[in-house]
Each structure stands twice: as C-alpha cells, then as structure tokens.
C-alpha cells in the first residue's frame, strides 16, 4: 500500500483508540492509587490504635506488677527462690551468694523504650553485711549482634565478697573445665559469654516468676 493510499478515516480511529487505552490506563492507575491511599489511611488508623492499646496494656501491666510487688515483699526470699530453681541460672548463686541474697528485697526488670534493644535490671537490698548498695542496676543493649553491658559498681563491705564458683554447669566452646562464674562475678563482667542466656531466663522470671517458685505452702486444683 502507497502512502498516499493510507485512509484518513483508519487513522482517525486509530488515535482515538490509542486515547481511549491511555484513559482507561489513566483510570487504572488512579483506582489502584486511590485504594493504595485507602490502604495507607487504615493501617495509620490501625498503627495509632495499637498503639493506644500498648500504652493502656502497660499502664495496667505496672498497675499489676505493682500490687505483686507488694504480695512479693510479704514472702521471705521469694525472687532468691525462683533464682535458684531456675534451670539456666540456678548456678550462679553459689552459699556465699545465697547468704546476701536473704537481703533482697525487690527485683526489677526495665524495658527502655528505644529504636534498639535497651534493657536495665535492678536488684533491691535492704541493709546487711555484704553489700553498701541499696539498689544494683545492670543496663543491657546490643550493638553488632552481642550484649554490651554497664553495671552500677558494688560498694563491698570489707572482708564479705562471695568467691567464684569451681566449674560451669555449661560448656562454652567445647572447654568441660571452664571455671563458672557466680552471680556477683556476671554482674560485674561487662563482656559474659552467656549474657544472652542470663538476661533470657531473668525476663522469663520477672514476667511469669510462678514456676520457678516452689513451696509446700502453695495449694493446686487437682
């Protein structure tokens, strides 16, 4: 076919097709623009009321931890117990540890709100013969995928430091005759290799301390 043989009327409706498609493109693009926006306005909406419910959820939260803090304070040497009948860090409370122990008087774990993973462990302790310090706080966050931690440093009473433990009841890289430490020992290290497990088990006893609490005192439903 020539050029000059082209019918203008076939051209005609060729453009006005080709304008329809870019319509009906147009529209597609605005629909699917418009239920993104819709999309993004209800998860806001969703964000916003989750966010009111975490608030409310930890205002009551510490309305809770509150009053077992006061049930707490009136059972002699119960987060000393729970300590020790904890599989994982049963270890680190050797006699010597146990001793200033019976002076615990509350125990605390804080989480920081932060855009990264800050945690602050407080160990309340009336006064006694080991220790000068009324509160110790150990502050945890991770930076490259380990625990770096800072702690408040012990004022020891003269003459009243627990000593190390003899041997670890976990193996770290194989070596059975790794010394262990104790509790004071961990505390004060700011580069332990078993944080990670330590502030685990210490989260699972601040949050749900019952099981690890064993008592001939306590009544179950048969």
Known sequence: MQLGDVDPRRCAVNKTNSHL?????????????????????IMNSLIEALENDLVEFKT????LYKRRSGVI?????????????????SYLFNKDVTECF??????????IE????????????????????H?????????????ISKSTEISWITGNK????????????????LKQENFF??????????????????????????PYYVSNDIVTDT
Not at 21 to 33: C, D, N, P, S, T
Not at 60 to 63: A, D, I
Not at 185 to 210: A, F, G, H, Q, R
């Open 60 to 63: 009551l939260q510490n309305v």
């Open 21 to 41: 498609v870019k319509i009906e493109h147009k529209r597609k693009i605005q629909a699917l623009f418009s239920i993104l926006e819709q999309s993004k306005k």
């Open 185 to 210: 020992d961990w505390y004060v290290s700011n580069t332990s290799s078993m944080d990670s497990i330590i502030v685990k088990s210490l989260k699972e006893i601040w949050e749900n301390p019952s």
């Open 102 to 111: 019976h002076y615990l008087s509350k125990f605390q774990v804080e989480e």
């Open 114 to 133: 932060s855009d990264k993973f800050k945690l602050k462990i407080h160990f309340f302790f009336n006064e006694n013969p080991f220790i000068a310090n």
């Open 73 to 89: 304070k009136r059972i002699p040497n119960f987060w000393m117990a729970t300590f020790k009948n904890h599989p994982d860090i």
């Open 162 to 177: 627990p000593l190390r433990n003899v041997r670890s009841k976990f193996t770290i890289l194989g070596d059975k005759n």
């Open 135 to 147: 509160v110790l706080s150990k502050e945890f966050s991770i930076e490259n995928n380990n625990y």
